[in-house]
């Protein structure tokens, strides 16, 4: 630049300083503001005196559960916990490794009216969003509920949010099984429990844990407005012989269910009769009355009564699934009384095998097939395509008003059976 005189230059060098400062002073108030918009959560450490811990501040989750502000994390060290916990803040609990072990175990005897709860559980997270579990093993198996009430839970969230990620999750089991009718949408003990009572959106996911010994449900997602994303989790029933109908993953009454690559297997027959068995079936995973657009997909299912047993609902996806050793029921049922229609959905290319053994309750009560459809339910508009059967009493029993679209199947007394040709039995098991 050019100056015309000295003047001119002192006047633009004092304008440059002041440009200059202020940008200088503007953009260390952004970065202030930055710095305490993103400051970090805290972690406060959890550790019981005789157990290695490094930099402990709490000797008990409760009490850095009560320290903590919304976003902290609670890292908690290997031991036994026999504390009862109620989350009311976004948290996250977070079991560590140290020298070798990994194992936090929250086993606490339960106390009925906990918190002012109407439900027992070892970890209930209520009216708050954003609570991640993680990595602990959470043991309900010191209660003492042996009826309906109250509802009996290893980790219960109600009107929440958040994410249940490699933990262990057993014991919620009743006292005495047979005290609570366990038809749907019945019964008691859920390894995780999700519902509402509130209108609003509550999404939870249930992912890469390990969940067994519960009477009733191993997932149990409840009500409109809950989205239950459960995937890639090992979950192990116990099958008819609870005395009771026992579902891996129940989902109903409106709530969405996102079910993708888990390893599902409940229990068979025994030496119940069929007819008990039948009414005492397991199922590995059960829609009633589900959420628009449920999915069901790429899961791994064995040794039940039903693999997958859907009832109301619309728009679902049921693809990718293996389900295998079935002997009361079939590997999929289909049917629409709990809302009066199942409709727009698709079941694709899942692979079933080994429904049986062969028995003329299959008959009798329309089962036995590696799908089944309901006559008479309201079932409408479904697409059944690509799925192979092998080893069953037919690989596919349809209504007419759905359309079956190039299935395999291999050693089938039936192909596919129109069963609203068969409104009360189906043809006789007889070999050709």
């Not at 339960?110 to 027992?120: D, I, K, Q, R, T």
Request: charged share 15%; with cysteine.
């Amino acid at each position: 630049m050019r100056f015309r005189d000295l003047a001119h230059f002192t006047y633009w060098k004092k304008e440059t300083v002041l440009r200059r400062t202020h940008a200088h002073v503007g953009l260390a108030l952004l970065f202030i503001g930055t710095f305490c918009a993103t400051s970090p959560a805290k972690t406060w450490v959890v550790g019981q005196p005789s157990t290695p811990c490094p930099g402990a501040h709490y000797s008990t989750i409760t009490d850095a559960v009560n320290a903590a502000a919304p976003g902290d994390v609670i890292a908690i060290c290997p031991a036994l916990y026999t504390e009862q916990l109620v989350i009311t803040k976004p948290l996250t609990l977070r079991g560590l490794t140290v020298n070798g072990v990994g194992r936090v175990l929250l086993q606490p005897a339960l106390v009925a009216n906990f918190g002012g709860l109407p439900f027992e559980a070892v970890i209930a997270v209520v009216n708050t969003n954003g609570v991640t579990i993680e990595n602990l093993a959470v043991d309900a198996s010191n209660n003492t509920v042996s009826g309906c009430a109250p509802n009996l839970a290893a980790i219960y969230y109600h009107d929440a949010s958040g994410t249940v990620d490699h933990n262990a999750i057993s014991g919620a089991q009743l006292a005495n099984p047979l005290s609570c009718g366990g038809g749907p949408p019945g019964g008691n003990g859920f390894g995780v429990q999700v519902d509402a009572d509130q209108s609003g959106s509550f999404s939870v996911t249930v992912e890469h844990n390990s969940i067994h010994d519960y009477t009733k449900d191993g997932v149990h997602a409840l009500g409109s407005g809950v989205t239950a994303r459960i995937e890639e989790n090992t979950i192990s029933g116990v099958g008819p012989s609870v005395g009771e109908l026992q579902f891996a993953v129940f989902v109903l009454n409106g709530a969405v269910g996102l079910i993708k690559g888990n390893v599902i297997t409940e229990g068979l027959c025994g030496a119940l009769s069929y007819s008990d068995c039948y009414n005492l079936r397991s199922e590995g995973v059960t829609l009633r009355a589900a959420g628009d657009g449920t999915v069901v997909s790429d899961n791994v299912i064995t040794d039940a009564q039903a693999g997958i047993f859907i009832n109301g609902g619309n728009r679902f996806r049921v693809t990718g699934n293996t389900i295998r050793n079935i002997d009361a029921a079939s590997g999929i049922d289909i049917q629409g009384s709990a809302t009066g229609s199942f409709t727009n959905s698709v079941i694709s290319e899942n692979t079933i095998s080994n429904v049986g053994p062969f028995n003329v309750g299959f008959t009798t009560n329309e089962e036995g097939c590696g799908i089944d459809e309901y006559t008479g339910t309201g079932v409408s508009g479904n697409f059944l395509m690509h799925n192979r059967v092998n080893d069953s009493y037919c690989g596919v029993a349809y209504v007419t008003a759905d359309r079956v679209v190039s299935g395999t199947y291999h050693n089938t007394l039936h192909n596919e059976l129109n069963s609203d040709l068969y409104p009360n039995a189906y043809p006789p098991i007889t070999e050709p």
